[in-house]
């Protein structure tokens, strides 16, 4: 070894602290890379969510319109159901008004004939 490859303390001192500084603005660079990266991701995160709500209020309105139409085709046919079954009776009664006025015509003439509200007979007694 010569004079000129020998290193002395001092140097290498000096080399150390090169090093020891340059980790350092490493760890910095590498330390204000992570704060960069999560800002990212947080941002990232906050478009996420505000597409997914967006997202989401466009499904539940086509589900709610959905629901809407099923809802109304099945009390349109209710309706329709209820109807039929409305006529059915009204078919099943329609001679009724008829009947009852018949009846009281009947009544009447028989409250109105005397002859028919006479006192009973007695019976007689056979002796």
Known sequence: MSESEHVTRHEFGQFVQVVIQ??????????????????????SEQ???????????????????RLRVDI???????????????????????????????LERGLREHIEDAAAHGRPRRPTRKR
């Open 22 to 43: 340059e980790q350092e603005r490493a760890a910095r660079r590498h330390d204000q890379v992570l704060v960069e990266m999560a800002r990212m991701i947080d941002a």
């Open 72 to 102: 109304g085709r099945a009390a349109r046919a209710a309706a329709e159901e209820h109807r039929r079954q409305i006529g059915v009776l009204d078919d099943r009664y329609r001679d009724l008004p008829g009947r009852v006025a018949a």
């Open 47 to 65: 478009r996420l969510r505000v597409e997914l709500r967006v997202e989401l209020a466009q499904v539940i309105d086509a589900s709610e319109e």
